[in-house]
């Protein structure tokens, strides 16, 4: 197919990536059957990363995409049209056109872009002792605590509420005389003993790792307001797809906490998104950039969801692609999903680099025309061998291309030009300001302070406040220890009464109230394929 001499060469249902012998179309129909970008440090992977992400944002399909070096915001500016772009756009016989494209920064430090949070009940016991880097006992006991929040009504949405919970399943040192005072959160301990051996040591080391994670600036990702990912699936007025770029330099000095919130950010979006089949284009698309930090050490029972999430989110408008050095960091069980294929130079000066070299060589339809191991050891800096999905769903033959260049700046823009793109951005105010809602640190701390109801009839917050009228009304927030035989009667009659009405109350309020309780009250909690709640 030709195309015309223009630097935004694409057509309404193709992107233009590069050129060889013959055009490298990535087609947009089939793009959202994932794809994976790799190839040695100062090949050209981020260059890649960007023409593709410009190909998605003319036409139309929003992006999200991390950027590691800084390299990547430079997409917001304006392109310049220096010697090397002029020359490579005239071997590729494109008259070039600088652009930008309409660009939203995130952050979850919340210090060069706006800030990302998510609360601990969306994160999920899963994600959550990934991120920890937790044992399989350990993992077990959060397991326990996340099921007895969810029993309970306790909202988890930062660090605090988590640590007071994991406080309140710490079995008790003794058993306590006949006359000591009841314990409030006897109920919430019995709860989690029943799921099985809760000890001390154990919640003990799961506290420390969380001090590990606070000390790492974790604890500015978990709060409210909440990401909603709606948020990065905007167009500009142009109806060009927005660019959501999430700083991640600082990020990356935490690895797993790195991948985890990406790994998070990709089930929401499976957990979120109904099906739609496959589409004219993708809803978004996920560029998961030094991806191998995903897969390195992960569980066995974490990698079968992965795979999970990657087969079936393309279901749901949704193409991911991977960058990383090194094909070999990909699963085979994961590399099988990805059609798309940009393959950057490797170096092979070791066994393990010429092993990498051949597997990459292996993942492509061959080329009679090429020897592909070859090549690959030959590849100049943009040079790419590429091989995408064609009309009927298989991959093209492998063709030696020279990747286009950008349309928008390559390189970064300056602290000032960031500041400019974010006060101008559509969620400026949104998630600027964290709210502290009450949550479960307030409702264990309201038991123990006796100021709500007894642990046994009530739930704490908006669910507290409607067992104390409905308590005082039928005298079920009197102490055991105070009432007569027949009040013990009355009492446990009208306590089946009282989380009866309770209930039917609550229910029609979580369809009213805003946030994160507002979310979980009123309906049964159901966790999603990597442990975060179903918003259904």
Do not use: C
Request: charge should be neutral; avoid cysteine; glycine fraction near 10%.
């Amino acid at each position: 197919m030709a195309f015309s001499g223009t630097s935004s060469a694409d057509t309404e249902d193709k992107i233009l990536v590069g050129k060889g012998e013959q055009p490298a179309w990535l087609t947009l129909a089939l793009s959202n059957r994932h794809g994976l970008v790799t190839g040695a440090t100062g090949t050209g992977k981020t260059v890649t990363l960007q023409v593709m992400a410009e190909g998605f944002a003319r036409a139309g399909v929003p992006v999200f995409a991390a950027d590691i070096k800084g390299d990547l915001s430079g997409i917001a500016e304006v392109g310049e049209g220096k010697d090397f772009i002029l020359k490579r756009a005239s071997e590729l016989g494109l008259t070039y056109q600088p652009d930008q494209f309409a660009t939203v920064f995130w952050d979850v430090f919340g210090e060069q872009g706006h800030p990302v949070r998510a609360t601990v009940t969306e994160m999920g016991p899963l994600l959550l002792a990934r991120m920890l880097d937790l044992n399989d006992v350990q993992e077990g006991v959060l397991n326990v605590a996340f099921r007895v929040a969810d029993d309970n009504g306790l909202t988890l949405i930062d660090m605090k509420d988590l640590r007071a919970l994991l406080d309140a399943i710490i079995p008790e040192v003794a058993k306590k005389s006949a006359d000591a005072e009841e314990d409030p959160l006897a109920p919430i301990r019995k709860a989690a003993q029943s799921f099985g051996n809760v000890t001390r040591a154990t919640v003990g080391t799961i506290q420390r790792q969380l001090l590990v994670l606070e000390n790492q600036g974790g604890t500015k990702f978990f709060g409210e307001p909440a990401l909603s990912l709606q948020d990065f699936m905007r167009t500009d007025r142009d109806r060009r797809g927005m660019i959501n770029i999430l700083v991640a330099d600082k990020l990356l000095q935490n690895p797993r906490l790195y991948a985890t919130f990406l790994l998070w950010m990709l089930s929401e979006l499976f957990e979120e998104l109904p099906e739609v089949g496959d589409l004219a284009k993708p809803k978004l698309v996920f560029f998961f950039d030094e991806a191998h930090l995903l897969f390195n050490d992960a569980p066995k029972a974490l990698m079968d969801k992965i795979e999970q999430v990657v087969r079936l989110i393309r279901s749901k408008g949704v193409g991911v692609y991977f960058v990383t050095q090194n094909p070999l960091d990909v699963p085979d069980r994961v590399l099988g999903q990805l059609g798309n294929r940009v393959q950057h130079a490797l170096r092979a000066f070791t066994p393990r680099d010429q092993k990498a070299v051949a597997a990459a060589a292996e993942t492509f339809r061959p080329n009679p025309k090429l020897d592909t191991a070859k090549v690959i050891m030959e590849l100049g800096k943009g040079e790419a061998l590429v091989s995408f999905l064609e009309g009927n769903g298989t991959p093209a033959m492998v063709e030696r291309v020279l990747i286009r260049p950008p349309s928008a700046r390559i390189g970064p823009v300056t602290p000032e030009e960031r500041k400019a793109i974010m006060d101008a951005s559509p969620v400026k105010g949104k998630y600027d300001t964290a709210i502290d809602a009450e949550s479960a640190y307030e409702m264990l701390q309201k038991r123990i302070a006796g100021t709500a109801a007894t642990a046994e009839g009530s739930s704490g917050g908006v669910l507290g406040k409607i067992g104390d009228i409905a308590a005082a009304i039928f005298g079920t927030n009197v102490k055991r220890g105070r009432l007569s035989t027949g009040q013990l009667m009355a009492r446990n009659i009208t306590r089946s009464v009282t989380d009866k009405v309770v209930g039917g109350v609550a229910a029609d309020l979580g369809k009213q109230v805003g946030g994160s309780l507002g979310g979980s009250i009123g309906r049964s909690l159901v966790r999603g394929a990597l442990g975060g709640l179903l918003r259904r």
